[in-house]
């Protein structure tokens, strides 16, 4: 079983639309963080959040500990953030567990 | 700052061959990883350092070794190539409290 599941694991949409990607994790975190993957390309780090929620332009992450869940939240979705967006958490032993990624395709 | 990077970008090996993945970061981040990505599927560690002088297995380490002789430099060596080395190796960082930072990866075949 993957410490860390990513739902849905593909996701298409059109543009404008409000999309949520979901988190879930079975271990004790000290920080979540998203992660975006452009196809070919590198990783780069979205939110990294320990608690609530943050906010960045369109995108929106939130963090519910209790019940070790976490979403990502892009608002009036663009065919630029098409993209793979990966869930990692980090336990308190600082190591990382990663999703597999939710694939996210915006159509125009 | 350059972040972290990573060379070469891509590379091709033959079967048995042996090379050295080179990783840096200048952001005197104490903690330092290597993952690999398989297609389709998730980031799995192969080693990481916690400082330099000191490094640890992860999830996938048969076939490779590190060594973290400075705090900037954690290269990653693969001995006698095997077609099931085949994937993308990203070098990533951070402080202990921190947000991860990823290399840009290494795309690497071996035939």
């Known amino acids: 079983k993957n410490e860390v599941e990513q739902s849905p694991q593909n996701l298409t949409a059109q543009e404008g639309e409000f999309i949520t990607i979901n988190c879930s994790y079975s271990?004790?975190?000290?920080?979540l963080h998203w992660l975006q993957q452009h196809p070919g390309g590198g990783i780069v780090s979205l939110f990294m959040?320990?608690?609530g929620k943050k906010k960045h332009g369109r995108l929106i992450a939130t963090i519910n500990i209790q019940e070790k869940h976490s979403s990502l939240h892009i608002t009036a979705s663009h065919p630029r953030d098409s993209a793979v967006y990966i869930c990692?958490?980090?336990?308190?032993?600082?190591?990382?567990?990663f999703g597999t990624g939710t694939s996210l395709t915006v159509i125009p | 700052n350059a972040g972290v990077t990573q060379t070469p970008k891509f590379r091709i090996l033959k079967i048995g061959q042996s090379m050295t993945l080179q990783c840096a970061q200048d952001?005197?981040?104490?903690?330092m990883y290597w993952y690999r990505q398989d297609p389709g599927m998730g980031l799995k560690l192969i080693y990481y350092?916690?400082?330099?002088?000191?490094?640890d297995k992860g999830e996938v380490p048969n076939g490779y070794n590190v060594s973290r002789s400075t705090t900037e430099d954690f290269p990653l060596r693969l001995e006698l190539a095997a077609p099931s080395q085949t994937s993308v190796y990203f070098c990533?960082?951070?402080?202990?409290?921190?947000?991860?930072?990823f290399g840009p990866g290494t795309r690497l075949t071996v035939l």
């Open positions: 990533a960082s951070s402080f202990a409290a921190a947000a991860i930072s």
């Open positions: 271990v004790g975190i000290s920080a």
């Open positions: 959040l320990s608690s």
């Open positions: 990692a958490v980090k336990d308190t032993g600082n190591q990382f567990y």
């Open positions: 952001m005197n981040h104490n903690y």
């Open positions: 350092s916690v400082g330099a002088g000191i490094t």
